[in-house]
């Protein structure tokens, strides 16, 4: 299986009047073709700016070193004119805030239009003008084959839901329509950040739902804190922290039997059993500027071992299970 | 410690007189109805999704919104007949945690200023008291008192938190109203955040009203639950086994999604387009089990086994 | 107070405030810094020269000397607008945007009013009616000026009332009395100051578009009645520029200075603002 993206020392700064802020350290991942690739970690540890790095929107960050291969081209040299080729047309995103994300002066299906002329005419989304005339019949076929794959059968309802604008549509149906949106432009890659930062149980079941049906015909990542997301819909699950992968391996085993001490943490933290005391500790947020040396755990981190202080830990691999972490140099190499 | 019953609030939303033409005057039935009891001591959980009116329950009972029907009483007293005095000793114990902590906390001041306004408004103590009692309640909330110079915005989300939590704790209030104080932070904050809650709860012997849509939080640290589902309770039980022994299909569905269950009665689009003013059990249109009856009679809230009340006419 | 340290920050500000102050200044010490007396004859039409730095008029009445006095006018009048239009209009903000109720849309109703009729007209009219002078021109003008204080005004008490702080503090039981004192009115004062400096500078443009109709007092020697004069005594017909460019310029430095100021003390209200114009 090829790798359809492949991250390599990724390396992203943000110059402040505070400090450099070192968001991303030598982040290094793989997304296979067909896979879907789940990022846990907490806000802070870089996700963001890795997603953001990817499109090219990191900015005023820089990327002061590393590679990022999209099917074996590195995007990080290219300029902005190539990237606007990429960005919608290689690499589709569902942003985070369904409430924001649509124009709320035109309806969902000129909307949906949009994203169809860029696929076309494959410009830049700078080069599209809105037409507010209704979507075209070609148009509306592939509408209804993406709205299928999510599980919205075409017909009234669906007529319905082309007519309307953002807000007369439940957050959970916007979801949807984003998710849509980034499906119609036939991306190589698809990337949801925090997709279920909705509130309701209800929208975010329906949105597990819709991404679970795309697991079956896309290349995914997904990017969430949530453990019941990314049990959901990855096969693989790579976590984060202090801008690094500090852990990463088939989803089922990271997620049942995880190495790191701070995923450790993060998994137990959202267990809610009666009778069980919480695993609450006084994490600190990481100070991004004053990078600790060593290990970036290490001041947290209840097994630290003396040298975790001084030096940063390697990648220690198995077969297909990565662990950032000194404790298991010595079963590894 | 609060008796509440036949709680109901209406919103009337009026159009403009043009619009009304097509769209009549309708009322929205946030809080339909809802009786319950919280005993002294106690964490009672509510469970809600959006549009359950548990925020809307919150702030009547914190008399931050007016009442359309029905009483709550602290202590014996109707909170909604208090005055003066009486009001302002009735605002220092029942206090609230909030959702989202940015906009409770005022940009502008900086965290001593802000935690000092509860003790300046009940005149509470001279200044050396108030910064001796404010750094003491900080060192509660795990936050070091050099934290009084900063302000909000340079805070991270779980430091707004704490902050919030323990201005709300310096009046030393008995009861502590929580709607969905942990939503929107990281796992780990969050956790951190409610174990610090019920730490406090255990130190200072308050009884927690505790309001989420997260089941698992609620259930885990809850002594009895509600679920509320639009402006009703719809089922009311220990939380100790609530699980297993829930069973009003609502509840049963939430438990559903929960648990991930594949053969869970997926509802398309629950809050969408459904009249208030119709007569009967608000989840008729979305019931598996619904009966004749549902459609016509709002099914009461009855025990079905001591201490177990459900709202439904299936379950009888 | 915060003001003077933000003022210190800001270069916008700190210009407007130079040239204001040169302008102040100018205002104060006028009959000191003339070299000649404004009232004295001279020669007609003279150019400028050493002796009459702008010339003189029509009637032989030197010019720079008119525009040293006649700051203290032109300044005088839009600061005492100022003054009138913002305290109508705070009153009126504040008790509508408190009150609500039937007193919220009376008020709002008024001001809406006043709002929808074009200013400058209706001043004129009234101007008209009631007659030249300085107090009357005050009043005229600060009749136009105050509602749209008011409506600003209103619309932050509003946000500021709603806003999840000022609840917090009711839940603590803070009266209404006390949510006015600490959180609503330090809210406000930003916005008055800036509102203030605006409706300076509205005022100002608005006494000298009076003056040059003539309607303003002949006996106050303002810019705008400079203006007037240059206009109705032939200074415009015979390109006599030192008579005509200086007043105009004068009030346009001003209202601009007065802007520059306004910008900051806008920013200083809201921190996002703020952060923009630092960058």
């Known amino acids: 299986m090829t790798d359809m993206l492949r991250v390599s020392d990724l390396h992203v700064h943000f110059d402040t009047p505070a400090g450099v802020v070192r968001a991303n350290n030598g982040v290094n991942l793989r997304v296979a073709s067909g896979e879907s690739l789940g990022i846990m970690g907490e806000s802070g540890c870089g996700k963001t700016v890795l997603l953001l790095s990817l499109l090219h929107l990191q900015q005023p960050g820089r990327i002061v070193r590393g590679r990022i291969l999209l099917d074996g081209q590195d995007l990080v040299p290219l300029d902005e004119r190539e990237m606007e080729r990429i960005r919608g047309r290689s690499i589709a995103l569902v942003p985070q805030n369904q409430a924001t994300a649509l124009n709320p002066a035109y309806t969902v299906g000129q909307q949906l239009s949009e994203a169809l002329v860029i696929r076309r005419q494959g410009g830049s989304l700078g080069a599209v003008v809105v037409r507010r005339s209704a979507p075209g019949d070609s148009d509306r076929e592939e509408f209804i084959r993406v709205f299928s794959t999510l599980g919205f059968e075409a017909g009234p309802a669906l007529d319905r839901l082309l007519r309307s604008y953002p807000h007369q549509l439940s957050g959970g149906m916007r979801q949807r329509v984003l998710i849509a949106m980034a499906l119609l432009l036939q991306p190589r890659l698809l990337i949801a950040d925090e997709p279920t930062t909705a509130l309701d149980r209800a929208v975010k079941a329906q949105t597990l739902d819709s991404l679970q049906r795309l697991r079956r015909s896309f290349t995914m990542m997904v990017i969430s804190h949530d453990i019941e997301t990314i049990s959901a819909t990855c096969d693989r699950v790579a976590i984060m922290y202090g801008g690094r992968i500090i852990e990463s391996g088939p989803r089922a085993e990271v997620l049942a039997h995880p190495h790191h001490p701070y995923s450790r943490l993060l998994l137990r933290a959202q267990r809610r059993e009666r009778g069980e005391p919480l695993s609450a500790i006084n994490a600190e947020t990481l100070d991004l500027i004053h990078f600790p040396s060593g290990c970036p755990f290490h001041t947290a981190c209840p097994d630290a071992l003396p040298r975790c202080a001084n030096e940063p830990p390697g990648e220690y691999s198995t077969k297909d299970t990565m662990v950032a972490c000194h404790l298991y140099h010595t079963e590894a190499g | 410690m609060f008796e509440v019953r036949g709680l109901r609030r209406y919103f009337v939303v009026r159009h403009n007189p043009l619009a009304r033409i097509h769209h009549p005057d309708h009322v929205i039935r946030a809080v339909d109805g809802i009786s319950f009891d919280v005993a002294e001591g106690e964490t009672f959980g509510i469970i809600g999704e959006s549009g359950s009116g548990k925020t809307t329950l919150a702030r009547t009972m914190l008399r931050l919104s007016p009442l359309t029907g029905g009483t709550v009483r602290f202590r014996g007293r109707d909170v909604f007949a208090m005055n003066g005095s009486e009001l302002r000793a009735y605002r220092r114990l029942v206090q609230p945690v909030f959702q989202d902590a940015d906009s409770t906390l005022d940009p502008r001041q900086h965290v001593g200023s802000i935690l000092e306004e509860p003790l300046l408004i009940h005149r509470i103590g001279d200044d050396a008291e108030r910064r001796h009692r404010i750094g003491m309640t900080l060192n509660q909330v795990n936050l070091s008192p050099s934290f009084m110079e900063r302000h909000p915005t340079e805070l991270s989300g779980g430091q707004r938190q704490r902050v919030a939590l323990a201005r709300s704790l310096l009046l030393q209030p008995a009861v502590l109203i929580a709607d969905e104080p942990t939503s929107g932070l990281d796992p780990l904050v969050a956790t951190q955040i409610l174990a610090l809650l019920l730490r406090l709860k255990e130190e200072r012997g308050l009884t927690v009203l505790l309001i989420s849509h997260d089941l698992a939080t609620v259930m885990y640290a809850a002594d009895r639950v509600a679920v509320m589902y639009r402006g009703r309770i719809v089922e009311l039980a220990a939380a100790n086994g609530f699980a297993a022994q829930s069973i009003h299909p609502y509840t049963r569905f939430l438990l559903g999604m929960e648990q991930r269950l594949p053969d869970n009665h997926v509802v398309e689009g629950v809050h969408e387009h459904i009249h208030d003013d119709a007569a009967g059990c608000p989840y008729v249109h979305a019931c598996p089990h619904h009966l004749h009856a549902c459609h016509h009679e709002a099914p009461p809230l009855s025990e079905s086994s001591p201490g177990h009340f459900v709202a439904c006419h299936a379950a009888q | ?279």
């Open chain 3, 1 to 279: 107070m915060r003001l003077s340290q933000h003022v210190r920050h800001n270069r916008l500000a700190l210009a407007g405030s130079a040239i204001l102050a040169v302008f102040s200044l100018a205002a104060i010490f006028a009959t000191v810094i003339t070299p000649q007396d404004p009232q004295v004859h001279f020669n007609p039409f003279l150019s400028p020269s050493l002796a009459h730095l702008l010339g003189t008029d029509d009637v032989g009445r030197d010019i720079f000397a008119q525009l040293v006095v006649g700051t203290r006018v032109s300044l005088l009048v839009g600061i005492l607008t100022g003054l009138l239009a913002v305290s109508v209009g705070v009153l009126v903000g504040l008790t509508a945007g408190f009150r609500r109720g039937a007193l919220d849309e009376l008020l709002m109703g008024l001001t809406d009013v006043v709002l929808v009729i074009p200013a400058l007209p209706l001043v004129i009219l009234v101007s008209v009616y009631v007659g030249p002078g300085v107090w009357n021109t005050v009043l005229v003008i600060g009749l136009v000026l105050w509602p749209s204080t008011a409506r600003v005004i209103r619309s932050q008490v509003l946000s500021v009332r709603q806003s999840g702080y000022v609840e917090s503090a009711r839940a603590l039981g803070a009266t209404d009395a006390w949510m006015m004192r600490r959180h609503v009115l330090p809210n406000v004062l930003p916005l008055i100051l800036a509102k203030f400096v605006l409706t300076v500078a509205a005022a100002m443009l608005m006494e000298a578009s009076l003056s040059f109709l003539g309607l303003g007092d002949p006996t106050a020697n303002s810019w705008g009645m400079m203006l007037h004069y240059a206009f109705a005594r032939g200074g415009f017909i015979r390109e006599l520029w030192w008579w005509y460019l200086p007043p105009g310029l004068c009030i346009g430095l001003c209202i601009f200075a007065l802007s520059l100021i306004s910008l900051s003390v806008e920013s200083e209200s809201d921190p996002r603002l703020r952060r923009a114009l630092e960058r």
